[in-house]
C-alpha cells in the first residue's frame, strides 16, 4: 500500500524504496533499512549521470546512510562480525568517492576505526569531520562518539585548535569538556585532581583548554601558575582593538557554592574566580560573569597575585567585574557591556594596565582607581555611554598614563562638577592623544596632584577642563564647551598654556579670584575672565528672584495645601533654586542654604546637583558672620555705583549727573528737617526754641536750595 501511494503520487523508485529503508530503521529492523538503501543507491545510480551534482550527493547520502546501518548492526549483535565493518568501511569509502564534502561519511569512518581499536586514524578521521562541520551545535550521536573517543584529550586534535597559539606550556597541557569529551568535565575536578585548590600546590605551569560551554562554579586558586584558554575564534574590532562578542566558553559562579565547599566567606560564596597568593593566572578567550546574590562582589578577584586577561569579556552586575589588590594586572583586548564596573584596583604595590579594552554602559564607574595605586596605564582604550566617570584616580597615585583613548556621553547621572576623567591629588599624570566628548560634566577634572596633558580634543562638555592643581596644557583642542578651563580654586603652583586651541565656548579660561594667573607660551593667548564674587553673588540674587518671580504664574490651585503654603498667593510662593518647583506642587516646605541663608531648595538631591553654581558665591560667607539684609543692600548698592561709574553717570566728588536729585522739601519728615537744619551753620539761631529754630532752618533751607546727592 505505501509502494502503491508514493508511485501514484509520481515519486521516483529510489525515493521510493529510500522512504520504505526509513521506516524499516525508525522501527529498528536494521537488516531491512540495509537492503533496502543499497537497493535504492542501485536504482538511483543507473539513472545518474556523470555531470549530475545533486543526484552524487544523493548518492553518497544513501551509501553513508548503509554504513551506519552495518554500525549498528556490529552495536547490537552479540558476536560482533568484522565483516560488518568492513563492509561498513567499503561504504564509507564509497560515499567520500561520490561527494568529498559530504561530512558525515567522515564521521561513520570514525565510528569504524573506533571499533576497529585503531584510535589514531578514529581521531584523524573524527578532526576531518569536525572541521567540516559548519555550524558549532552537534547532534547527540556526535556527541556521544566524541565522548567515547576523549577527542579533545589527543595533543593532535589540541594542536589544530585556533587558540593553540596563545597556549604558554604546551609541554603540560589538560583539556576540559563539559560534554565529557577532555580529561574533565569542569575545572574545580582538575584543581581537585591536582589537589591545587586546598591542598598539594603545582609549582610547574600548567595549561588547560577549554571547549565552549558554561562552566557554573566557584574557582578557588591559590600560589599556582596557570594558563587557561578558550578553544574558540575571536573576532577583533578594528576601531576599538578589542573583541566584537562574548567568546563561548563562559565561567559562571553559583550561589552559595562556596558555603557548601565549606569556605565560609561572602567573598567566596559569590566570585567566581578568588586569585590569591603569589599566583600567575592566563586568561584568553573566556567570558567571566558573577550574577545577583545575596552578597554581591566581584567576578574575578586577585590578591598579591600575577594575572593577565587577553580577548576575554568580564560582567558583574552589583559591583566591578575584576578587583585587583596589591597585584599586578593586564587587560589587553577586553570587553565589559552592561556591567556594574570594570576594573576597581587599589593599594601601593598594584599595578594596572588595560590596553584595547572596549567598556560600554557602566552603571557605576567603569575604572576605578583607589588610593595609593603604584601604575595605571589606560592605553588605545573606548569607553562610552557609562553613567559615572568613565575613569576616576583616587589620590595617592604614584604614576597615571592615559593615551590614545576614546571617552563618549559618560557622567549621565552626576552633576557638572564630575569629569569623564576625574583626577585626586596624583603625583604624576600624563594624558595625551585623547578624545572627550559629549559629557554632562567636565572633560576632564583635576583636583590637586600635578598633571600634564597634550593633544587632546574635547567638545561639547560644559567644561573642557576643571582644574585645582598646578597642570601644563599644550596643544589641545576644545570645541562647544561652556567653559574651555575653569580654574575653579585656588592652585598652589602655575597653569601654563601652550599651543591651544579654544572654538565655539563661551568663556575660554574663567579664573576664579584666588587662583593665579595663567601662563601662556608660544604665539596663541586666550582670553581671560574673572570671577568676582561680590559681583557673581549679586547677580545670583537678582537671577533667583527673577526665576522665583516667572514660576509664581501660571500654577495650578491644589486646594487647602496650596493656601497654606501660597500656591494660590504669588506673593507667599517660594520655588526650588534648582528644579524651580514650588513649595505647593510638591505640598511640603523647603529649606534654606545653611551657608548663605537665601537659596531655597526642596531636597538634598536639588542642593547636591545645584553646589557647582552655587559654591563660587556660597562658601565666601560661610567662614564669616550671617548675610543680613543690610550687607545684602550695602554690595548692591556698590555694584550699582561701579556700573554708573563706569558709564560716566556717577561721580562720588560731583553731583549725580543721570541720577535723580533729591531736594529737601516741604514732604519730608520734621525730624529729618530738624537734622539737615544743623548741618547750615546758623549757630545764633541753634540757641533759639525749637520752633524758632525749625523756622529759621526751613527759611535758610528754602533761600540757599542746597542740593544733596542721594545715596544708593
Known amino acids: 500500500y505505501f509502494i502503491q501511494s508514493n508511485l501514484s503520487q509520481g515519486m521516483d523508485d529510489w525515493r521510493i524504496v529510500k522512504k520504505v529503508a526509513e521506516v524499516a530503521y525508525r522501527e529498528s529492523k536494521l537488516s531491512v533499512a540495509l537492503r533496502k538503501y543499497e537497493e535504492s543507491y542501485r536504482l538511483l545510480a543507473a539513472i545518474t549521470k556523470t555531470d549530475d551534482a545533486a543526484l552524487h550527493c544523493e548518492g553518497a547520502k544513501l551509501l553513508c546512510n548503509a554504513s ?21 568501511e567499503q561504504l564509507a569509502n564509497e560515499s567520500l568517492q561520490k561527494d568529498p564534502d559530504w561530512s558525515k561519511a567522515h564521521l561513520r569512518l570514525s565510528q569504524i576505526y573506533f571499533h576497529q581499536k585503531s584510535e589514531s586514524r578514529a581521531v584523524s578521521s573524527m578532526m576531518d569531520f569536525m572541521s567540516s562541520l559548519s555550524n558549532t551545535e552537534k547532534s547527540m550521536e556526535v556527541l556521544t562518539h566524541l565522548a567515547r573517543l576523549h577527542y579533545f584529550t589527543h595533543k593532535t586534535v589540541m594542536k589544530k585548535s585556533p587558540s593553540w597559539n596563545m597556549i604558554k606550556f604546551p609541554d603540560n597541557v589538560y583539556s576540559i569538556d563539559c560534554n565529557g569529551a577532555g580529561h574533565f568535565k569542569n575545572f574545580n575536578q582538575l584543581l581537585a585532581s591536582l589537589r591545587m585548590g586546598f591542598g598539594i600546590q603545582q609549582k610547574e605551569g600548567i595549561s588547560v583548554l577549554i571547549q565552549p560551554g558554561i562552566y557554573y562554579g566557584i574557582h578557588y586558586i591559590v600560589g599556582s601558575t596557570i594558563d587557561i584558554v578558550g578553544d574558540c575564534t575571536t573576532e577583533i574590532d578594528r576601531s576599538t582593538g578589542a573583541i566584537m562578542e562574548e567568546p563561548p566558553v563562559i565561567f559562571q559562579n553559583v550561589e552559595n557554592q562556596g558555603m557548601a565547599a565549606g569556605l565560609g566567606n561572602n567573598i567566596l560564596q559569590s566570585c567566581t574566580f578568588y586569585v590569591q597568593h603569589d599566583c600567575k593566572m592566563y586568561f584568553s578567550r573566556i567570558s567571566i560573569r558573577e550574577i545577583i546574590m545575596e552578597h554581591p562582589i566581584h567576578c574575578l578577584c ?9 580577548q576575554c569579556s568580564v560582567h558583574s552586575t552589583c559591583s566591578a567585574s575584576v578587583s585587583c589588590v596589591d597585584s599586578h594586572l593586564t587587560m589587553k583586548s577586553c570587553r ?5 564596573g570594570a576594573l576597581l584596583s587599589g593599594d601601593s604595590k598594584s599595578e594596572c594596565k588595560v590596553e584595547n579594552c572596549f567598556l560600554k554602559g557602566t552603571v557605576g564607574m567603569a575604572i576605578e582607581i583607589r588610593e595609593n595605586t603604584k601604575l595605571f596605564e589606560l592605553i588605545n582604550s573606548t569607553i562610552v555611554q557609562c553613567r559615572q566617570q568613565g575613569l576616576s584616580i583616587g589620590s595617592g597615585t604614584k604614576k597615571a598614563i592615559v593615551r590614545g583613548c576614546f571617552f563618549e556621553g559618560n557622567c549621565t547621572n552626576l552633576t557638572i562638577n564630575e569629569g569623564a576623567i576625574q583626577l585626586r591629588c596624583c603625583e604624576s599624570v600624563f594624558v595625551s592623544d585623547t ?7 567636565a572633560g576632564i577634572v583635576i583636583e590637586g596632584g600635578s598633571g600634564k596633558f597634550e593633544n587632546l580634543k574635547i567638545s561639547n562638555c560644559f567644561n573642557g577642563f576643571l582644574v585645582q592643581a598646578p597642570v601644563t596644557i599644550s596643544s589641545c583642542c576644545v570645541t562647544s564647551c561652556t567653559m ?23 568663556k575660554e579660561i574663567n579664573r576664579l579670584g584666588t587662583s593665579p594667573e595663567p601662563i601662556f607660551r608660544g604665539s596663541i593667548r586666550h582670553r581671560v575672565d574673572v570671577l568676582n564674587i561680590n ?4 547677580h545670583f540674587l537678582k537671577t533667583a528672584q527673577h526665576q522665583r518671580r516667572q514660576t509664581r504664574e501660571n500654577t495650578p490651585d491644589v486646594g487647602a495645601v496650596g493656601d497654606v503654603l501660597g500656591v494660590n498667593n504669588p506673593a507667599k510662593k517660594i520655588t526650588c533654586d534648582h528644579c524651580t518647583l514650588s513649595e505647593g506642587q510638591l505640598g511640603r516646605k523647603f529649606k534654606a542654604c545653611q551657608g548663605c541663608k537665601c537659596a531655597m531648595y526642596c531636597s538634598e538631591k536639588c542642593q547636591s546637583e545645584s553646589w557647582a553654581y552655587h559654591e563660587p558665591f556660597c562658601i565666601p560667607y560661610q567662614d564669616k558672620e550671617k548675610v543680613s539684609s543690610k550687607k545684602l543692600k550695602k554690595l548692591a548698592e556698590e555694584e550699582l555705583e561701579r556700573e554708573f561709574a563706569a558709564m560716566g553717570m556717577f561721580d562720588k566728588n560731583k553731583s549725580n549727573v543721570g541720577a535723580k536729585s533729591h531736594e529737601c522739601s516741604s514732604k519730608q519728615p520734621a525730624t529729618k528737617k530738624r537734622n539737615n537744619s544743623k548741618k547750615t551753620g546758623n549757630s545764633s539761631k541753634e540757641t533759639e526754641g525749637a520752633g524758632s529754630s525749625n523756622q529759621a532752618s526751613w527759611k535758610n533751607k528754602n533761600q540757599k536750595k542746597k542740593k544733596k546727592t542721594s545715596k544708593f
Not at 578624545?435 to 560634566?441: L, N, R, S, T, V
Open 535 to 538: 559681583h557673581a553673588y549679586s
Open 68 to 88: 551506519l546501518m552495518n554500525i549498528k548492526l556490529f552495536e547490537t549483535s552479540d558476536c560482533g562480525e568484522v565483516a560488518v565493518l568492513d563492509h561498513a
Open 302 to 310: 586577585i590578591y598579591a597575585s600575577h594575572v593577565n586577561l587577553n
Open 435 to 441: 578624545e572627550i566628548k559629549q559629557h554632562k560634566g
Open 484 to 506: 574651555a578651563v575653569n580654574l575653579s580654586a585656588p592652585i598652589p603652583g602655575d597653569v601654563i598654556f601652550a599651543n591651544n586651541t579654544f572654538k565655539k565656548c563661551k
Open 336 to 340: 565589559s557591556v552592561g556591567s556594574y
